[in-house]
């Protein structure tokens, strides 16, 4: 739990309802949290979830793990603290756009299992979805897209999640999409079945 460092500050509610951004915006608000491996296709996948849902109308937003790092947490590193920090950032972040009833992806490798259950504690009950991006280190690996897999078996890159890091898979994830046999496009549609399933694009 992050210290209250600020004193004299009280919560102001607004006047306008959760329910009434929802009934305005014609969908609830919610946060797809993709974690996994770094390659393992999250961004990839929650960018084209984001297609899919602004294609139907839907109010989205996609907090991506490198976007965020070059602003609002330009200040943080790697270590196991920094970690922690960026991720409670990024779930009080997903929390307002959550309340303003935007559909808000994610897209860290968020390896702690604490973290990721910290920011569920902050979203209403049901609105936070946990998306195990599966991939296995080897397919990661071959992907590479950074580089990142090369430097860290060199040394050049110290604490790097699934060389010299932990990956702390989820117990209990909402879904679970097999990036090692699937497409992105159908990994896509099987997060928007979901949410319709579960009526998250209605209000």
């Given at each position: 739990?992050?210290?209250?460092?600020?004193?004299?500050?009280?919560?102001?509610?607004?006047?306008?309802?959760?329910d009434e951004r929802a009934k305005?915006?014609?969908h609830k608000g919610a946060?797809?949290?993709?974690?996994?491996?770094?390659?393992c296709g999250k961004s990839t996948i929650a960018n084209a979830v984001d297609r899919l849902l602004h294609d139907r109308g839907v109010h989205t937003y996609v907090l991506?793990?490198?976007?965020?790092r070059m602003g609002l947490n330009k200040n943080l590193g790697f270590s196991p603290e920094d970690r922690t920090e960026n991720i409670r950032r990024i779930?009080?972040?997903?929390?307002?756009?959550?309340?303003?009833?935007?559909?808000?992806?994610?897209?860290?490798?968020?390896?702690?299992?604490?973290?990721?259950?910290?920011v569920r504690e902050l979203i209403p009950d049901g609105e936070f979805l946990e998306i195990l991006v599966e991939a296995s280190l080897e397919t990661c690996e071959?992907?590479?897209?950074?580089?990142?897999y090369k430097?860290?078996?060199?040394?050049?890159?110290?604490?790097?999640?699934?060389?010299?890091?932990?990956?702390?898979?989820?117990?209990?994830?909402?879904?679970?999409?097999?990036?090692d046999s699937k497409g992105v496009e159908?990994?896509?549609?099987?997060?928007?079945d979901y949410l319709e399933a579960n009526g998250f694009l209605k209000a």
């Open positions: 739990m992050t210290e209250q460092k600020a004193t004299n500050v009280t919560w102001h509610e607004h006047n306008v309802t959760r305005l915006k014609g946060v797809l949290w993709f974690t996994g491996l770094s390659g991506d793990g490198d976007n965020i779930g009080e972040v997903a929390k307002l756009f959550a309340d303003g009833a935007h559909i808000v992806t994610t897209a860290f490798i968020s390896p702690y299992r604490e973290d990721r259950d910290a071959s992907r590479d897209p950074k580089g990142l430097k860290a078996r060199a040394g050049e890159i110290k604490g790097f999640t699934g060389i010299d890091a932990p990956y702390e898979a989820p117990e209990s994830a909402e879904i679970i999409l097999d990036s159908e990994l896509a549609n099987e997060v928007i």
